[in-house]
């Protein structure tokens, strides 16, 4: 049976706006028409040209265009052209080249291999866009198709749209049912010289959330967790999504005076610390480990109250709902390329968003392993990586700065079994990412997000991932740069970055006067400077509260920054603000000198004055033993204190 035919005059087009990858994402079009029982809908980026899947309740499959000038194979991004994939029967069948007929329907869900393909995982996985007719199931529809088009080792995006005015969105326990049914037996967890599948993963937390609700807790509460990474801290969270309850993680490194202020502001039902963590398990070892009763939540409800660094004032609770966190884990599936046979190395806190928006929820939503280590620890790093042969790892600036410091021949093993290091949390200078190259053989995907949106741009697997540059926007994320006039900026012009998309929160938490000031016209104020290439690649400058503005001059410290650190005698440098009766402010320097170094600042002043343009020169260095930084690693400069 004839199930695919090559068409070699429909050249495939790469699209300039997202660098090397073929297709923009689908868009998604209303679900209108009841008839059909289930429907596929994309839109290709470059000819605005639709096409079409559907279903009918007798399971009859209709194509309504040639579906493969909209979809792309795994494969195909890399080399440029299209491989014949598997073909999936059942609700549609999706090939890399012109239908010539569609096949019979097909309701066991069997999977039929093309002969002309080999047997490689990954290669031919597609990603489409669901919508579903208001009186069908959004959930059963999820599972029916995540069994059809994930089953050699991706994940669909299922995103099911609002019909009629009923909104049928999942919420995160219904994601992530969708990893732990079909991979109840896959080893899914490394945690302290212990493997847990994914099936003991979703008992634990099912125990858990029953041990959480025999204490009290029920939908719309709030659970503070004061923990470091953990198994049990895992099970926390998984159990707040699946009864609704309010996860509020709190920064360890946090002591009283900060946490006063979130519980008083979060008001949570109960505080979980280390000490009561005994207890709980010896409650949840009495529980049933079975399925929860449906909760009833949908994706607009808040999933976690995660608080803000507080670098610039009192700390605010950002609400991120379960779409937040669904959308933002699909994102990074498809941008990352991450599949369930990834091994995942997590070493980042769970109290940040960069471990439980990113790491957590990719883990989960992808179903790959995952080792989570209580912390980075610069002495036992590369024994991590070397035992356990991790594909893919998330960090921060200053854990590659410590990973610098591997043997060539560590980073070389190292290297040849990593496919991605990625790299966000703290603007990563581009010497360090250099180095790194050369050391590793791997470029950091350096990406960008905020509490209160998590992922926003990334740079592209595929294609530059540019020194300096935070990359192009994440699907469906809008972007544009204000300049301080509140005029548009045009590329390499500097200006506020402000940003629309599924991925921005919900508000601050009890704060609606702080939540109205952040948004303009539905888009969200970030605070960051930036620029935009002519290319579409954005840059980020600081943040808008770092600028420096003296004698008229708007200095952006990380410029001067990224100088410093291309200087072989400096570790570490940071630029800060100084008020100035003459100019309003002047920058000042703050040097983290390399063991061994001549402290020369007349020099290394002489040296700026070669580079830079006056106003920019810092007008002190000051050497300090290291910069205060937080527990992700960004440098905190109000802490730096100005010398007298």
């Given at each position: 049976?004839?199930?695919?035919?090559?068409n070699p005059?429909?050249p495939?087009?790469?699209?300039?706006?997202?660098?090397?990858?073929?297709?923009?994402?689908?868009?998604?079009?209303?679900?209108?028409?009841?008839k059909p029982?289930?429907?596929?809908?994309?839109r290709?980026?470059?000819?605005?040209?639709?096409?079409?899947?559907?279903?009918?309740r007798?399971?009859?499959?209709?194509?309504?265009?040639?579906?493969?000038r909209?979809?792309?194979?795994?494969?195909?991004?890399?080399?440029?052209r299209?491989?014949?994939?598997?073909?999936?029967?059942?609700?549609?069948?999706?090939?890399?080249?012109?239908?010539?007929?569609?096949?019979?329907?097909?309701?066991?869900?069997?999977?039929?291999?093309?002969?002309?393909?080999?047997d490689?995982?990954?290669?031919n996985v597609y990603?489409?866009?669901?919508?579903?007719?208001?009186?069908?199931?959004?959930?059963?529809?999820?599972?029916?198709?995540?069994?059809?088009?994930?089953?050699?080792?991706s994940?669909?995006?299922?995103?099911?749209?609002?019909?009629?005015?009923?909104?049928?969105?999942?919420?995160?326990?219904?994601?992530?049912?969708?990893?732990?049914?079909?991979?109840?037996?896959?080893?899914?967890?490394?945690?302290?010289?212990?493997?847990?599948?994914?099936?003991?993963?979703?008992?634990?937390?099912?125990?858990?959330?029953?041990?959480?609700?025999?204490?009290?807790?029920?939908?719309?509460?709030?659970?503070?967790?004061?923990?470091?990474?953990?198994?049990?801290?895992?099970?926390?969270?998984?159990?707040?999504?699946?009864?609704?309850?309010?996860?509020?993680?709190?920064n360890?490194?946090?002591?009283?005076?900060?946490m006063?202020?979130i519980?008083?502001?979060?008001?949570?039902?109960l505080?979980?610390?280390e000490?009561?963590?005994p207890?709980?398990?010896?409650?949840?070892?009495?529980?049933?480990?079975?399925?929860?009763?449906?909760?009833?939540?949908?994706?607009?409800?808040?999933?976690?109250?995660?608080?803000?660094?507080?670098?610039t004032?009192?700390?605010?609770?950002?609400?991120?709902t379960?779409?937040?966190?669904?959308?933002?884990?699909?994102?990074?599936?498809?941008?990352?390329?991450?599949?369930?046979?990834?091994?995942?190395?997590?070493?980042?806190?769970?109290?940040?968003?960069?471990?439980?928006?990113?790491?957590l929820h990719?883990?989960?939503?992808?179903?790959?392993r995952?080792r989570?280590?209580?912390?980075?620890?610069?002495?036992?790093?590369?024994?991590?990586?070397?035992?356990?042969?991790?594909?893919?790892?998330?960090?921060?600036?200053?854990?590659?700065?410590?990973?610098?410091?591997?043997?060539?021949?560590?980073?070389?093993?190292?290297?040849?079994?990593?496919?991605?290091?990625?790299?966000?949390?703290?603007?990563?200078?581009?010497?360090?990412l250099?180095?790194?190259?050369?050391?590793?053989?791997?470029?950091?995907?350096?990406?960008?997000g905020m509490?209160?949106?998590?992922?926003?741009?990334?740079?592209p697997?595929?294609?530059?991932?540019?020194?300096?540059?935070i990359?192009?926007?994440?699907?469906?994320?809008?972007?544009?740069i204000?300049?301080?006039?509140?005029?548009?900026?045009?590329?390499?012009?500097?200006?506020?970055?402000?940003?629309?998309?599924?991925?921005?929160?919900?508000?601050?938490?009890?704060?609606?006067?702080?939540?109205?000031?952040?948004?303009?016209?539905g888009?969200?104020?970030?605070?960051?400077?930036?620029?935009?290439?002519?290319?579409?690649?954005?840059?980020?400058?600081?943040?808008?509260?770092?600028?420096?503005?003296?004698?008229?001059?708007?200095?952006?410290?990380?410029?001067?920054?990224?100088?410093?650190?291309?200087?072989?005698?400096?570790?570490?440098?940071?630029?800060?603000?100084?008020?100035?009766?003459?100019r309003g402010?002047?920058?000042?320097?703050?040097i983290?000198?390399?063991?061994?170094?001549?402290?020369?600042?007349?020099?290394?002043?002489?040296?700026?004055?070669?580079k830079?343009?006056?106003?920019?020169?810092?007008r002190?260095?000051?050497?300090?033993?290291?910069?205060?930084?937080?527990?992700?690693?960004?440098?905190?400069?109000?802490?730096?204190?100005?010398?007298?």
């Open positions: 049976m004839a199930l695919w035919k090559p005059e429909d495939v087009k790469r699209s300039e706006h997202v660098g090397r990858r073929l297709f923009e994402e689908p868009t998604l079009t209303g679900a209108q028409d009841q029982l289930g429907r596929l809908d994309f290709h980026f470059e000819e605005k040209r639709d096409a079409q899947i559907s279903v009918d007798l399971g009859q499959t209709s194509v309504d265009k040639s579906v493969m909209y979809l792309r194979p795994r494969a195909a991004v890399a080399s440029g299209f491989r014949p994939p598997r073909a999936f029967t059942g609700w549609a069948v999706i090939t890399a080249g012109k239908l010539e007929k569609p096949p019979a329907p097909h309701r066991s869900h069997a999977v039929i291999p093309s002969p002309e393909v080999g490689e995982l990954n290669e990603h489409a866009h669901i919508t579903t007719p208001p009186d069908l199931d959004a959930y059963s529809m999820a599972l029916h198709l995540r069994e059809l088009f994930v089953a050699y080792g994940i669909t995006r299922i995103e099911p749209e609002k019909a009629k005015g009923e909104a049928l969105k999942m919420n995160l326990r219904q994601w992530f049912d969708l990893t732990f049914g079909p991979r109840a037996n896959q080893e899914a967890l490394e945690w302290a010289g212990q493997v847990f599948t994914f099936g003991e993963v979703d008992a634990r937390s099912n125990r858990m959330a029953r041990t959480l609700e025999a204490r009290g807790l029920t939908k719309g509460d709030r659970l503070c967790v004061y923990l470091a990474n953990s198994i049990e801290m895992i099970d926390l969270y998984l159990a707040c999504v699946k009864l609704g309850v309010i996860f509020v993680p709190i360890i490194l946090y002591r009283d005076r900060e006063s202020h519980l008083s502001d979060a008001e949570p039902k505080l979980i610390t000490k009561e963590i207890g709980l398990l010896a409650e949840a070892s009495k529980q049933s480990g079975a399925k929860l009763p449906d909760s009833g939540l949908t994706g607009d409800d808040v999933a976690a109250l995660v608080y803000t660094s507080g670098t004032g009192v700390s605010k609770g950002d609400m991120l379960h779409n937040n966190f669904a959308i933002n884990a699909m994102n990074l599936i498809e941008a990352w390329r991450i599949v369930p046979q990834d091994r995942f190395l997590l070493a980042p806190p769970l109290f940040h968003v960069h471990a439980l928006g990113n790491g990719c883990w989960l939503f992808s179903g790959c995952m989570l280590l209580e912390r980075f620890d610069h002495h036992t790093a590369v024994e991590q990586f070397l035992d356990f042969k991790p594909s893919l790892f998330f960090g921060v600036p200053a854990m590659y700065v410590r990973l610098l410091e591997t043997t060539a021949a560590q980073a070389r093993e190292i290297g040849r079994r990593m496919r991605l290091f990625v790299c966000g949390s703290a603007p990563l200078p581009a010497q360090i250099e180095e790194f190259r050369a050391l590793f053989g791997h470029t950091i995907l350096e990406r960008y509490t209160e949106t998590i992922m926003n741009v990334s740079n697997y595929d294609g530059e991932r540019r020194p300096g540059s990359g192009l926007p994440l699907p469906n994320v809008r972007i544009k204000i300049k301080p006039d509140g005029a548009p900026a045009a590329a390499g012009e500097t200006g506020e970055l402000w940003l629309q998309g599924p991925n921005v929160f919900a508000g601050y938490w009890r704060r609606p006067e702080a939540s109205e000031a952040a948004f303009v016209d888009w969200f104020k970030t605070g960051d400077i930036g620029v935009r290439s002519a290319d579409g690649y954005f840059t980020l400058s600081g943040r808008k509260s770092d600028l420096i503005i003296s004698g008229g001059f708007n200095i952006y410290p990380r410029e001067i920054e990224e100088f410093l650190m291309e200087q072989p005698e400096i570790a570490e440098a940071a630029v800060a603000g100084e008020a100035d009766r003459v402010e002047i920058p000042v320097a703050y983290v000198w390399r063991e061994g170094a001549t402290h020369d600042a007349v020099a290394l002043e002489a040296r700026c004055r070669e830079l343009a006056s106003f920019k020169i810092p002190r260095f000051e050497a300090i033993e290291k910069l205060p930084r937080n527990a992700l690693g960004k440098v905190q400069k109000h802490l730096l204190c100005p010398a007298s």
